[in-house]
């Protein structure tokens, strides 16, 4: 079946615009994590959905950062006001019945200039 | 604060001979380690899991170990090819039913044939 799929895989964008970052997880697949990756970097949580409840939201880095999934599905990572500090790539990744196993897709490339 | 070490040099080695990589952390009690194996330019591919409770798990060529008296886990690759050349992550997760895996920044393989 399909894996995880994010879109755009690039984005350039000015500083001080927004970007919609989109993630289409495994169907099915109840759990959805957003993390970031900035060169040389190790992947930094940024937040996480599971099911009905209230998304874990404690590794966004600033309130400029938010994300929604609608319908338990399809996820939307929204950045404000972009900072050239953000420019990093934004991974998106699901799980189902086996929490244990994370499935990552092939990511974003943010730049801001 | 917690950490997660592993070590950012390249580990270089002749194809056919066994890659271990190290993962070390501190002021961490993990449920369990993942590792997952990352290409250029994709998004990391899980490999393995182990439990805080097992000292050894085996995947055809792969072999995980983990001392949580010494906190580390050590990841071997045996008879390894060029094709096994990439990034190597280890991931903990915490305790509680968070499933919300911490990553370390990750070690290079390069294996020459």
């Known amino acids: 079946g399909a894996g995880v799929s994010q879109s755009p895989s690039n984005k350039v964008t000015e500083k001080g615009k927004d970007v919609e970052l989109r993630c289409d997880p495994i169907s099915g697949h109840t759990a959805l994590y957003w993390y970031r990756q900035s060169l040389g970097q190790g992947l930094e949580f940024l937040i996480y959905f599971q099911g009905n409840s209230a998304p874990d939201k404690s590794g966004l880095p600033s309130d400029r950062f938010s994300a929604e999934r609608t319908g338990g599905s399809v996820s939307t990572l929204t950045i404000q006001r972009t900072q050239q500090e953000d420019s990093a790539v934004y991974l998106c990744a699901s799980s189902g019945t086996t929490k244990e196993t994370q499935y990552f897709g092939p990511g974003t490339r943010l730049l801001v200039l | 604060s917690q950490k997660i070490e592993q070590n950012s040099e390249a580990l270089n080695i002749q194809e056919g001979k066994t890659a271990t990589l190290t993962c070390n952390y501190t002021?961490?009690?993990?449920?369990?380690l993942q590792w997952y194996r990352q290409d250029p330019g994709r998004g990391p591919v899980f490999l393995l899991l182990?439990?805080?409770?097992?000292k050894e798990k085996r995947k055809e060529r792969l072999k995980v170990t983990f001392d949580t008296t010494l906190k580390q886990s050590l990841f071997h690759i045996t008879a390894s090819q060029p094709a096994d050349s990439a990034t190597y992550l280890c991931?903990?997760?915490?305790?509680?039913?968070?499933?919300?895996?911490?990553f370390g920044r990750g070690t290079s393989l390069i294996v020459h044939p």
């Open positions: 002021n961490y009690s993990p449920a369990y």
């Open positions: 182990i439990r805080e409770n097992e």
């Open positions: 991931a903990l997760v915490g305790p509680g039913g968070s499933y919300i895996p911490t």
